[in-house]
């Protein structure tokens, strides 16, 4: 049974080998001579900025070797990126796009004393109107609409144990689960601790701290007789969505913006200094709690809040130090990705409202974050697997006093939110962006980096970023990269700049929204960078799709307005966002799509942006489409964010979850991968069970006959070369085994021999699992930021084992049935243009017949309309999600599909084998360390 399995695998190994050797051959024979012109120029190009980089910024290399991402302030988007190099995009000054956007009134803060008392003047008198059955509202507040509601008494307060009264209209209309947020924020008060209110996005955490604070001003209890003066901290973006909220929740309190958008009109010195004497709420950004340190520090405040508290995640930052320096016991910190990349992230928001609990930082790196890191790692011994777990779950129990989280898969029966469908698209690259993308590759940049030349002495690391950077401009578009080449230049043709043909992940857009636009449905678009933008904006003017647009260009004071213009009028089909600035924290739940257009390195980024629509509030079921260019580095980003995930999940969530991911290597990073013999990407490959398969049983079947290339000689051929090696495998099983080595060893040089055959003269030398000779440790080149992960040997040897097993079978099938299964999910080298779609727009009776039909007819959709029927059978909910699916598969635009909730709770399926007791100890261990260090 073993040598089946072996023959069978060595079989797949060989076709997988043979396949990648022609590739890499046919690739370097046709790139063409622009991609090699335009790779010239960039590496050139390049070169110059990272020699610059080690001349002009000394401090880059120190800056990007740290372990996590530095957070650094700007002004105007209070974070810079967490990687400069990989933000590159900011430097290219493209065409420009923006137009004029129509918005709704500008939301006004506290800051100026004439127009909050105006504004206090208004809200009574609607409130003493609503009283008196005068319908004619023009101030929306929770209050007001409790008298609407019929209820008549507003003072009226609900009262927790040990005293609390929260305002009984915020009380009744909370959640159950947002009044256990409320008690539980007293808990901590009362003890006088600080928390970490880490609810998963959109479920009113908002909320549940203004009611909290309204509690505290309505009771008379500590030295500050109710509620003293108090400062949150936000985001720029979601600053003024504070402001509303207050006004809608509690009217009375004061909330200035401590901001130059803000309305006070004097010094800051005299906004700080009003705000504190009248016990007032400050809104403080990111960026501004730097400039107006020293007066904030003059005082003291009650309560100091950190919205979007990850911003201090690395302690070595300037705000993360300086929000430590508040002396007040009453810090919260609130956010919906508590732990992003490691560790040591959740150490820096402890550090602030908890100091002290995780010992010190250098103890807490030690005993509890590289052991539970490094028994995170698919290739950990047994014993580095059980003391991780036994650690994580002392930390857990360490952490959950001062940390409540929620997530809405919990508090689903309170909050009744629609379904969503997540899915993560692997789109073809586009002939162009191949060419471009193979010619990079082959380019000096990637070839000194392979080869860890350090040229000049510029830093490996930075390199490294600059071309990782320049992939994902391909990927996004070619003219995003080809626009750097000739910036100088006069080559670049203004006509066609941008045009969505030229990209795949565009062509998918542009096929989406036409759909989307017929089905009623509107959508968010994030990308990360502005170059993208304004090429997705151009895009969307030319089409007259209609669209709002917020980057960090638009001014922070009309960001609020810009998000309820588009929530409050549905003729906009999009909202367009770059993720870091439209991602955080605000609700934009008048969207029912959304696509994430380019993956972030931090997982949280992405899940930020895609939690926008689905929240409270969204009445509709939600889809949230991730596209990945297939084979690319994209597909790296996304298995790195996969891995992040389960770190984070093991702490949070369940200690027991087990990673299925390794460390990659530099190489793997720096090529094109092809789809395998199944029609697999690498990732879809791994994570086969949660790929969306539209058309049953069939598509797959289908996928093997036509991804794997090869004429039935040919793979008998194989099959016999195979069977070679493995009898030589035996033979050398044999000695191995009469000399009684240990059975893993034993395996391990079988395993190397089968995949390093002694080469025979006609056949290349490739090594396709073990790759010591040809690949660069990626680890030392990046350490732990940028450290890729792939999957195991193991895991790949035993995918590519049991899909061997059923492939003999399946191969003869298929070649049957191809024929008949000519129009498939699945197609390789689509040609550029095979998505494009009936250009006429539908008049509007059209769209309403369209869309109020239960199954769409769609062209050349032959396989799959059979199994659109049988869904729509079984789940109506999701039918046009499958609509859209298939249209997309058969115009070829993407290869695969993935669950995404379903990758990433791969995991919590897996079984964990223990060495109990030594992990025990070794938790106890770091638990003693901790306590002494601190
Ligand atoms: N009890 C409630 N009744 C009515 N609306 C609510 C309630 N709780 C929350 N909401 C609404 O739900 C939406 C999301 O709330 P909020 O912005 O506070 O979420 P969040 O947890 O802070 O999200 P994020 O982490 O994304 O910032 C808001 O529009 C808010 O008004």
Not at 352 to 365: D, E, I, Y
Not at 392 to 410: G, Q, V, W
Not at 847 to 859: A, C, F, G, Q, T
Request: hydrophobic share 35%.
């Amino acid at each position: 049974m073993v040598d089946v399995m072996i023959n069978k695998y060595l079989e797949t190994q060989l076709a997988l080998a043979k396949q990648r050797q022609e590739i890499k051959n046919t690739n370097v024979d046709s790139v063409s001579e622009k991609s090699l012109k335009a790779a010239n120029k960039i590496a050139k190009k390049q070169e110059k900025i990272c020699k610059n980089l080690k001349e002009e910024d000394k401090t880059i290399d120190k800056v990007l070797t740290k372990q996590s991402c530095p957070s650094d302030l700007t002004d105007d988007e209070e974070y810079l990126p967490p990687c400069k190099v990989d933000e590159y995009d900011h430097i290219i000054e493209m065409p420009s796009t923006s137009q004029k956007q129509k918005i709704n009134n500008k939301i006004i803060d506290d800051g100026d004393k004439k127009s909050y008392n105006e504004r206090i003047e208004s809200w009574k008198n609607n409130l003493k109107a609503a009283k008196e059955g005068d319908y004619n509202i023009t101030y929306s507040s929770a209050d007001i609409q409790y008298v609407l509601d019929g209820s008549m008494d507003t003072e009226e307060n609900h009262q927790l144990q040990n005293g609390l009264c929260v305002p009984n209209y915020i009380w009744k209309q909370l959640y159950k689960y947002q009044r256990t947020g409320v008690k539980w924020l007293w808990e901590l008060h009362q003890v006088e601790s600080g928390g970490l209110l880490g609810d998963e996005m959109g479920l009113g955490k908002t909320v549940q701290v203004i009611a909290f604070l309204a509690g505290l001003s309505k009771t008379d209890s500590g030295s500050w007789g109710g509620l003293g003066p108090c400062i949150i901290l936000s985001p720029a973006t979601v600053i003024y969505q504070w402001v509303s909220h207050f006004h809608y929740w509690y009217p009375q309190i004061r909330v200035a913006v401590l901001h130059h958008s803000g309305s006070h009109a004097g010094s800051h010195h005299k906004l700080i200094r009003d705000m504190h004497s009248s016990h007032g709420i400050l809104l403080v950004t990111y960026a501004g709690i730097v400039k107006y340190i020293k007066d904030l520090l003059s005082r003291k405040w009650h309560y100091i809040i950190l919205d979007e508290g990850h911003k201090i995640r690395n302690p070595d930052t300037q705000v993360s130090k300086m929000v430590k320096r508040f002396e007040t016991p009453h810090k919260l910190l609130i956010t919906g990705s508590p732990m992003q990349n490691s560790l040591q992230e959740l150490w820096s928001l402890f550090d602030f409202m908890r100091p002290g609990l995780l010992g010190t930082h250098a103890a807490f790196m030690e005993h509890f974050a590289v052991p539970i890191t490094q028994g995170g790692y698919a290739n950990a011994s047994e014993f580095q697997e059980a003391t991780a777990l036994e650690i994580a779950k002392a930390l857990k129990n360490l952490i959950t006093p001062y940390m409540l989280r929620r997530t809405k898969t919990e508090v689903q029966d309170h909050i009744h939110l629609p379904e969503k469908n997540e899915q993560v698209l692997f789109c073809s690259l586009t002939q162009e962006q191949k060419d471009l993308y193979m010619g990079y590759l082959m380019s000096s940049t990637i070839r000194s980096i392979l080869d860890k030349e350090s040229k000049h002495g510029e830093p490996m690391r930075a390199r490294i970023l600059v071309a990782l950077s320049t992939l994902r401009k391909i990927c996004n578009h070619p003219d995003i990269y080809l626009y750097e080449a000739y910036e100088e230049t006069d080559d670049i043709n203004e006509k066609t700049f941008g045009n969505w043909k030229r990209s795949g992940k565009m062509s998918v857009v542009h096929s989406l929204l036409k759909i989307w636009l017929k089905q009623g449905h509107r959508a968010l678009i994030f990308t990360q960078s502005r170059a993208m933008l304004c090429i997705l904006e151009q895009h969307l003017q030319n089409h007259n799709f209609k669209y709002l647009r917020m980057d960090g260009s638009v001014n922070v004071g009309v960001r609020q307005n810009l998000i309820k213009t588009y929530n409050e009028n549905p003729e906009y089909l999009v909202f367009l966002a770059t993720t870091r600035v439209g991602g955080l924290g605000v609700n934009l739940t008048g969207a029912d799509r959304v696509i994430i257009y380019d993956p972030d390195w931090n997982p949280a980024t992405d899940n930020q942006a895609k939690e926008r629509a689905w929240r409270i509030g969204q009445e509709r079921n939600v889809t949230v489409y991730r596209l990945l260019s297939a084979g690319t580095i994209e597909e790296k980003i996304y298995q790195r964010q996969i891995f992040k995930n389960f770190l984070s999940n093991k702490i949070l969530i369940d200690p027991n979850q087990k990673n299925v991911l390794t460390t990659s290597n530099l190489q793997s990073l720096f090529t094109l991968e092809n789809l395998n013999c199944d029609g697999d990407t690498e990732t879809t490959a791994l994570f086969k069970h949660t790929k969306v398969n539209i058309n049953g049983n069939k598509k797959d079947k289908n996928d093997l006959s036509k991804g794997m290339s090869y004429s039935k000689k040919k793979i008998e051929a194989m099959k016999r070369r195979a069977r070679e090696i493995s009898k030589q495998i035996k033979k050398y099983a044999e000695v191995g085994s009469s000399t009684s080595k240990d059975p893993r060893q034993a395996y391990k040089e079988k395993r190397d021999l089968m995949l390093n055959p002694p080469p025979k003269e006609d056949e290349p030398e490739i090594n396709i699992v073990n790759n010591e000779i040809t690949n660069v440790p990626f680890e030392h080149a990046l350490s732990e930021l940028d450290i890729v992960y792939q999957h195991t040997k193991k895991d790949y040897e035993n995918n590519l084992i049991k899909e061997a097993l059923s492939s003999a079978t399946e191969i003869q099938e298929n070649s049957d049935e191809k024929e008949t299964v000519e129009q498939n999910v699945v197609a390789e080298n689509p040609p550029s243009d095979s998505v494009s779609i009936e250009n006429d727009l539908p008049t509007k009776k059209e769209r309403k017949k369209r869309h109020s039909s239960p199954d769409p007819k769609i062209d050349n959709l032959v396989a799959i309309k059979k199994a659109k029927i049988e869904k729509t059978k079984k789940d109506v909910k999701l039918g046009d999600d499958d609509y859209v699916l298939s249209k997309l598969f058969a115009k070829s635009a993407v290869k695969n599909a993935l669950h995404h909730d379903g990758v990433v709770g791969l995991a919590e399926k897996e079984k964990r084998h223990r060495i109990k007791e030594d992990a025990i100890k070794a938790a106890k261990k770091a638990i003693r360390a901790i306590k002494f260090s601190s």
